[in-house]
């Protein structure tokens, strides 16, 4: 058994070599082709040469046909308290045709020439590193790359670290390269969120998806409307819909209609709701609405059918498009905070803070007080796209479920007693997002079950959030902050 030595190329304070059992082995092509054939690249890298960390071999794989390329080694020194040793950091490779674009690169690591198990890496227990070659010569981490970065040295090389190395370089006597067809990395919504610095720092206080989740239109509290085409990438700032106090906004499925509701400029003297059949590009003051305390609206999937809810005040509805509006007296007066509606308008649930739930199955005509779950301090309501399925949250208290339309309630545990602000679902209810304001955000791919707490989204002053209908884009808007999205362009 051959023994090669290797040179420490990113120690901190030690230049020195030291032996490790290394070459590299075979790397296969695992690829589905038209005939669904398996094929092969067999490779040995060194030989019985000695070759050295910082030190490239070259060699081919299958989607380099009969170029070679260029495999270099990485190891860095890591200092501990009266200690320290090399790690096996990462992989430069060289050299790389473009008949390699659109293929994953896997490199494993084994303690020895017969091993069948490969040790672990990266990240803990991360055995395969993945790097993802891009139809534009670009690189990047490909599937379950936590712990792992890229960098794009050239349109033809990359350098792969493990940004937490796990392995002594003593402890490796081979590594593997493969190259496969690619593997699309589907990251559950919610696991990363990108800051849309375009959209400014202000005071936003709702926001509205498309179906699709590429349109967007958020309020400012303090000022306009924003709208966005490109899934929040970029923003417009709608000037003509007037600089207003904008409590909520609701999107049709296509986006091309909006309404929003407007609390007032002084947060005292009430306001109107506003309309656009133009996503945001102009709007219509709905004067019959009548001036009040407005704190949200739903709409209809075709934007047709509007309800909306004031504080102190009844709920209203429109079959129009907002153009006039029916006060809803059987909703009772009460300080209604949250609406929603299903696809075809005619379910509606409304939350009373400090108060109940209420339900509606003949678009807003009468109502059905929900007594079972007692007065709490709701915040947001959202429905399936059936209405069957809905989901409310109350400040400081539970996430709470139905599936009966509102008849049953279910309080779900696992979400913890949090500071709920807002909450929202996918078309079919099995996917919902909640924000804690102050906190993070939350996403349950079980209908609420079971929650997850993505801490990567920073704890913030969240106040609402929005999903495309199929759960998969969010997006939700920071209270005095920025618009952040998930799953998005």
């Known amino acids: 058994m051959p023994i090669f030595d290797f040179e420490d190329s990113g120690a901190s304070g030690r230049g020195t070599k030291k032996p490790l059992k290394l070459f590299l082995g075979t790397g296969v092509l695992v690829g589905a082709l038209a005939l ?3 094929f092969a690249a067999n490779i040995n890298l060194n030989g019985d040469s000695n070759v050295e960390f910082g030190q490239g071999v070259t060699q081919t794989v299958a989607c380099s046909g009969s170029q070679s390329l260029t495999v270099t080694p990485l190891s860095t020194f890591v200092n501990s308290s009266g200690t320290g040793e090399s ?38 227990s991360g055995t395969q590193a993945v790097v993802y070659m891009k139809s534009d010569n670009t690189f990047e981490v490909g599937m379950g790359g936590t712990g792992l970065s890229v960098m794009t040295n050239s349109a033809s090389t990359f350098t792969l670290t493990f940004t937490a190395p796990v392995t002594s370089a003593d ?33 936003w206080f709702s926001i509205a998806s498309s179906s699709d989740g590429s349109k967007l239109a958020a309020v400012d509290a303090y000022g306009y409307i924003y709208t966005s085409a490109d899934s929040g990438a970029t923003w417009t700032e709608r000037t003509t819909s007037g600089q207003r106090g904008w409590f909520s906004i609701a999107s049709s499925s296509d986006g091309s209609k909006l309404a929003a ?18 996503s945001g590009a102009t709007w219509t003051e709905r004067t019959t609405s009548g001036s009040r305390k407005w704190n949200a609206i739903a709409s209809s999937s075709d934007g047709s059918k509007l309800a909306a809810v004031a504080a102190n005040g009844y709920i209203y509805t429109s079959s129009d498009s907002g153009a006039t509006w029916t006060e809803q007296t059987t909703s009772g007066l009460r300080n209604w905070r949250h609406i929603a509606s299903s696809s075809d308008g005619s379910k509606l649930a409304a939350v009373v803070y400090s108060g109940l739930i209420y339900t509606s199955s003949d678009s807003g005509a009468t109502w059905t007080e929900r007594t079972t779950l007692g007065n709490i301090s709701w915040q947001s309501i959202t429905s399936s796209s059936d209405g069957s399925k809905l989901a409310a949250v109350g400040y400081y208290n539970f996430i709470y479920t139905s ?27 099995s996917k919902l997002a909640a924000v804690v304001f102050g906190g993070y955000i939350y996403t349950s791919t079980d209908s609420g079950a079971t929650w997850t707490e993505r801490t990567t989204s ?32």
């Open 87 to 124: 790690k096996f950091s990462g992989i430069r490779v060289d050299n790389i045709p473009t008949t390699c674009q659109d293929r994953d690169f896997i490199f494993s690591a084994y303690n020895d020439e017969a091993a069948s198990t490969a040790l672990a890496i990266f990240n803990t």
């Open 403 to 429: 599936t009966d339309s509102g008849a049953t309630w279910t309080e779900q545990a696992t979400s913890g007693i949090k500071g709920w602000i807002s909450i929202t679902s996918s078309s079919d209810g």
């Open 171 to 203: 402890d490796v006597y081979k590594v593997t390269i493969e190259s496969t067809a690619h593997t699309v990395v589907t990251e559950p919504v919610g696991v990363t969120w990108t800051e849309r610095t375009t959209s400014g720092i202000r005071t």
């Open 458 to 489: 920073g704890s913030r002053s969240w106040y609402r959030i929005a999903s495309s209908s199929d759960g998969n884009k969010l997006a939700t808007v920071v209270y005095g902050g920025r618009i952040y999205t998930s799953g998005g362009s």
């Open 36 to 38: 669904g054939s398996t």
């Open 261 to 278: 509701v407007n609390n007032g400029s002084s947060f005292l003297s009430g306001g109107l709701i506003y309309t656009s059949s133009d």
